[in-house]
């Protein structure tokens, strides 16, 4: 028996039991060749909503990394994503940037981080005890602090990359050059397909984008990888069932904290009082029966102690 079985709905019941009726027909060739064509079409295209879903993490986690980091309240949020070749992104600003060149594992691809001169500026300001000031004219080159710094928010930023692509697998971004000049690179060419995600920064009345150039290849892997694992979902034939059969039912739905390792003898010396570390206080899932079906943040509203859900795992 399949580990998971799917339920087949009556017009699909009736279009086999005709085929079956047909003379010349094989089944089991008809079913074979239909699952390579629903294979082949989950192949040919990346899936739109979690590339969306994981611009939209990106944006929610280089936001909590950046604050962190400078210790300032700011917004950013997801504004585009787009496939262009990497000649275009370089010129998608106005603004003098510093751009960063990473290196992704495990399947090498490379890619491009950049920040604006502007905001690098008044990073450094913020980190060197001044003030934040839109009016202040802009550095002409960053120096090498201000590259340091520069790699410094591209690391962050990546780390917040690698996070919104955990649900699909685990990533790393190492980089491996920082540069004014986007082209001093043997890594990348300027014909390349990318992936420009452009999140948008706001600081008081002050404003930037962040920009990522994703490889094409990373994304079109990584997702498509994660969908052949769960095509049945795709088709969801069985949820008609479960609407008519089980929807008065009542299950337990439990919240659980990010899981944590450590080691067996600390584990066992733990007393009460003790405190286990964990990476995120206000990352949760949404649990059904110990399955993991969503992601989630915790927080509070009225009061009361909430969750938001911010992606189906």
């Not at 909503?49 to 280089?62: D, G, Q, R, V």
Request: aromatic share 6%; net charge negative; proline share 3%.
């Amino acid at each position: 028996m399949s580990d998971e079985p799917q339920v087949l709905s009556s017009e699909e019941v009736d279009a086999i039991l005709k085929v079956t009726q047909d003379k010349g027909n094989d089944l089991s060739k008809t079913l074979g060749n239909s699952s390579d064509e629903g294979a082949s079409a989950a192949n040919s295209v990346v899936n739109s909503p979690a590339l969306k879903n994981i611009a939209e993490l990106t944006a929610i986690e280089c936001e909590k990394h950046i604050i962190t980091f400078l210790r300032k309240k700011m917004l950013t949020k997801f504004k585009s994503i787009a496939l262009t070749k990497l000649e275009t992104t370089v010129t998608a600003s106005d603004e003098k940037c510093v751009y960063s060149v990473y290196r992704t594992a495990p399947n090498e691809h490379y890619g491009m981080f950049s920040i604006e001169l502007k905001f690098l500026h008044q990073i450094i300001n913020l980190l060197y005890g001044g003030k934040f000031d839109a009016s202040e004219p802009t550095m002409d080159q960053p120096g090498k602090i201000g590259t340091m710094v520069a790699e410094k928010i591209a690391s962050l930023c990546l780390s917040g990359l690698n996070q919104a692509c955990q649900d699909y697998a685990l990533t790393t971004c190492e980089i491996i050059k920082t540069s004014v000049l986007p082209n001093l690179t043997s890594s990348l060419v300027m014909e390349d397909q990318v992936y420009l995600l452009e999140l948008g920064v706001t600081f008081e009345d002050f404003e930037t984008t962040l920009r990522f150039m994703i490889a094409e290849d990373f994304l079109n892997e990584l997702i498509l990888s994660k969908k052949d694992e769960t095509k049945h979902r795709e088709k969801d034939f069985w949820r008609s069932a479960i609407q008519s059969q089980v929807v008065d039912s009542v299950v337990t739905v439990s919240i659980t904290l990010p899981d944590t390792t450590m080691k067996v003898n600390d584990f066992m010396a733990l007393r009460e009082g003790d405190v286990i570390p964990i990476s995120d206080p206000t990352l949760a899932y949404v649990c059904l029966n110990n399955l993991k079906l969503f992601r989630a943040k915790a927080g509070q509203s009225n009061n009361k102690r909430v969750v938001k859900i911010l992606k189906q795992i």
